[in-house]
């Protein structure tokens, strides 16, 4: 059984800047991609970052894009979503997500494992 525990979230203002982790426990951490996506009121959950296994590839957004960084540590089992520069347009409950294989993945119905989510609330 995999698990998936995001941490990180809470209140800031625009401009600011927030870290969010993932701890993922039950398999080998390296043997998945990860992702980490976005889910506002009334909105469908959308994609925000995803990663290899290894860290050598990413992918963002577009609305993210030179904002925030996803980046993994595969010795401590976490993966990480440094975010800055934050709008109120952020604001949603965030997502890890985990998918077995080595590459990066937009779409969230390919992955497999997803966490309880953390809320991220930007103020203007």
């Known amino acids: 059984q995999v698990q998936l525990v995001e941490s990180g979230g809470g209140l800031v203002q625009a401009g600011g800047s927030l870290s969010l982790s993932c701890v993922v426990s039950g398999r080998t951490f390296s043997s998945y991609a990860m992702g980490w996506f976005r889910q506002a009121p009334g909105k469908e959950r959308q994609f925000v970052a995803a990663i290899s296994w290894n860290g050598a590839r990413t992918s963002y957004a577009d609305s993210v894009k030179g904002r925030f960084t996803i980046s993994r540590d595969n010795v401590r089992n976490t993966v990480y979503l440094q975010m800055n520069s934050l709008k109120p347009e952020d604001t949603a409950v965030y997502y890890c997500?985990?998918?077995?294989?080595?590459?990066?993945?937009?779409?969230?119905?390919?992955?497999?494992?997803w966490g309880q989510g953390t809320q991220v609330t930007v103020s203007s």
């Open positions: 997500a985990a998918r077995q294989g080595q590459r990066v993945v937009v779409t969230l119905y390919d992955y497999d494992y």
